[in-house]
């Protein structure tokens, strides 16, 4: 059975930093593109950053280029997302996914659905709130 979790979310003052982890049981890790999504209220789920098998050649959306760093780590079966200067907008619940790389790229990893895309699977969130 497939299990992915999340930790490392919190509430932090604007400008401050947050390191979110992932660990994904169950599947073999160095097989799967991992992404950072998030939801905020009243919002779409947005892919925030997604991280080939190797750990290079991430895709970041705009809003957070500069400011957020994604890595992963395979032999703990662990993906990060290292978010600094952050903002009152990065305020959503943040998810993380994991793609079959047979069936994602980095880019369309982050541009999925969400739980129902194929060959894909999600954790159940981690709330990130930054005050002003």
């Known amino acids: 059975q497939v299990q992915v979790v999340e930790s490392g979310g919190g509430l932090v003052q604007a400008g401050g930093s947050l390191r979110l982890s992932c660990t994904a049981s169950?599947?073999?890790?160095?097989?799967?593109?991992m992404g950072w999504f998030r939801q905020a209220p009243g919002k779409e789920r947005e892919g925030v950053s997604c991280?080939?098998?190797?750990?290079?050649?991430?895709y970041q959306a705009d809003s957070v280029k500069g400011r957020f760093t994604i890595s992963r780590d395979n032999a703990k079966n662990t993906v990060y997302l290292q978010m600094n200067s952050l903002k009152p907008d990065d305020t959503a619940i943040y998810y993380c996914?994991?793609?079959?790389?047979?069936?994602?790229?980095?880019?369309?990893?982050?541009?999925?659905?969400?739980?129902?895309?194929?060959?894909?699977?999600w954790g159940q969130g981690t709330q990130v709130t930054v005050s002003s």
């Open positions: 996914a994991a793609g079959d790389f047979q069936y994602y790229t980095t880019f369309d990893l982050c541009h999925a659905t969400g739980p129902s895309a194929k060959r894909t699977y």
């Open positions: 169950g599947l073999t890790f160095d097989n799967y593109i």
């Open positions: 991280i080939s098998r190797s750990g290079g050649t991430p």
